[in-house]
């Protein structure tokens, strides 16, 4: 009696193997246009400034090398980076942006440059963070500092 409720647990677990397998090998490709690392045409060589709500202030500038961003306040001051990311335009001045942080975890925006308004989520080392802010420099109306790069 006692194998034979190992035997039903053991086949469980065989079959939960075998169905996760062939659900993630079966998954269709994701469309490629999602998959697209070059800028917007509308975003290129932009300058962007905003604060999230805990005080970091960022300057950020998206051209065919990448999204560059510098820290001046907060945390983040002094840094600067250039990064791969991966853009979706999801409306009329709504954007996604994502790019992997190596051996971290992941950043995401959603820029509303309608509201000027920033949302970033952003996974490393096991925590996740998500922060809102205000856009305060918006380079489709007005002449922004760009960011230092490395």
Not at 58 to 78: K, P
Not at 116 to 130: I, M, Q
Request: hydrophobic share 40%; proline share 5%.
């Amino acid at each position: 009696m006692e194998k034979n409720i190992y035997r039903f647990i053991l086949s469980l677990f065989v079959v939960a193997a075998v169905g996760y397998g062939v659900f993630w090998t079966s998954v269709p490709v994701v469309d490629e246009q999602y998959e697209v690392a070059s800028v917007p045409p509308e975003l290129e060589n932009q300058v962007f400034h905003w604060r999230y709500n805990i005080g970091w202030d960022f300057r950020v500038l998206m051209d065919e090398e990448g999204l560059h961003w510098e820290g001046f306040a907060g945390d983040f001051e002094g840094q600067t980076a250039t990064v791969d990311p991966r853009y979706t335009k999801v409306q009329e001045s709504l954007y996604f942006i994502t790019w992997n942080v190596p051996y971290i975890g992941y950043d995401s925006l959603v820029l509303d440059f309608e509201n000027n308004l920033v949302y970033a989520h952003s996974k490393g080392n096991s925590k996740s963070v998500a922060i809102a802010g205000e856009i305060y420099c918006n380079g489709f109306i007005e002449s922004c500092e760009p960011p230092r790069q490395q």
